[in-house]
């Protein structure tokens, strides 16, 4: 009997090109989305649909209690389509939110069901200011202002309840700026990019070495150093799953 997977944002960037992976690895996939339009395409993909909105507790720890997931991957975000800018101050605090709220509410519905690991989604470009390359024990930039305080403090409050989960090994991820299929760049973007499905490989590295712990996931580049991941998960910016070829890279 293959082990239960519960991915929270199974429908998003990240969440398409995970799953393959862990339907591939031989896991049973529950994906959550809130809008149930959207769980067909999922059941299409070989993933079992669960319609509920995060922000709603006791809908998500039925849920989840039912599933009995021994694994949890938060991937939600809350981002206009092309990120957006006109939209993008508003999408901060909603973001936040998910980050916020969102998490607690995951990692008390993970620890009611038994979860053992719980991986997440977090971002690699909100350090504060100092030397370079950033590595994870760099102060984050909670000093900022504006939208990017706002998104900063989302961050914090993330990781905090995801690394601060009593009997669930916690494991954060701060992946650099996604591109590649599904998201809004083809090409790499930003001070520290990350082909989105790299990013995939390295959640599924996360869930074979269950460590608890900060991972940069970036390419490698000045600003950020992705050493650490390299180092404990065995990932490689270069990991990537190239279906039309039929070879992965």
Same mark, same amino acid.
């Given at each position: ?5 519960? +991915? ?26 809130? =809008?149930?339009?959207?769980? =067909? ?9 669960? +319609?509920?909105? +995060? ?63 719980? +991986? ?27 939208? =990017? ?24 991820? =701060? ?75």
């Amino acid at each position: 009997m293959s082990e239960n997977i519960f +991915v929270a944002g199974a429908a998003g960037a990240i969440g398409s090109a995970l799953v393959p992976l862990l339907i591939e690895a031989g896991y049973t996939v529950h994906g959550t989305t809130r =809008r149930p339009e959207r769980a =067909r395409a999922l059941e299409a993909r070989g993933v079992v649909p669960v +319609v509920v909105d +995060v922000f709603d507790a006791e809908a998500l720890q039925a849920a989840m209690v039912g599933i009995k997931p021994a694994i949890v991957i938060h991937q939600l975000t809350d981002l206009p389509p092309d990120l957006d800018p006109r939209k993008m101050a508003d999408a901060a605090y909603r973001n936040a939110r998910v980050r916020t709220e969102g998490t607690r509410n995951l990692v008390a519905a993970a620890q009611a069901a038994g979860s053992r690991l719980l +991986v997440a989604q977090s971002i690699a470009w909100v350090y504060a200011p100092g030397p370079l390359p950033h590595v994870e024990e760099h102060p984050l930039d909670l000093q900022a202002e504006g939208s =990017r305080r706002v998104s900063v403090e989302g961050v914090a409050a993330l990781e905090r309840s995801v690394l601060g989960a009593k009997g669930i090994t916690g494991t954060v991820l =701060r992946y650099g700026q996604f591109y590649g299929p599904g998201t809004s760049n083809a090409e790499p973007k930003g001070a520290c990019p990350v082909h989105v499905e790299a990013a995939a490989r390295a959640t599924v590295l996360a869930l074979r070495n269950a460590r608890s712990g900060i991972f940069n996931i970036a390419e490698d580049n000045p600003e950020v150093s992705s050493e650490k991941a390299k180092r404990a998960l065995g990932w490689h910016p270069s990991m990537r799953l190239r279906e039309r070829q039929g070879v992965a890279s």
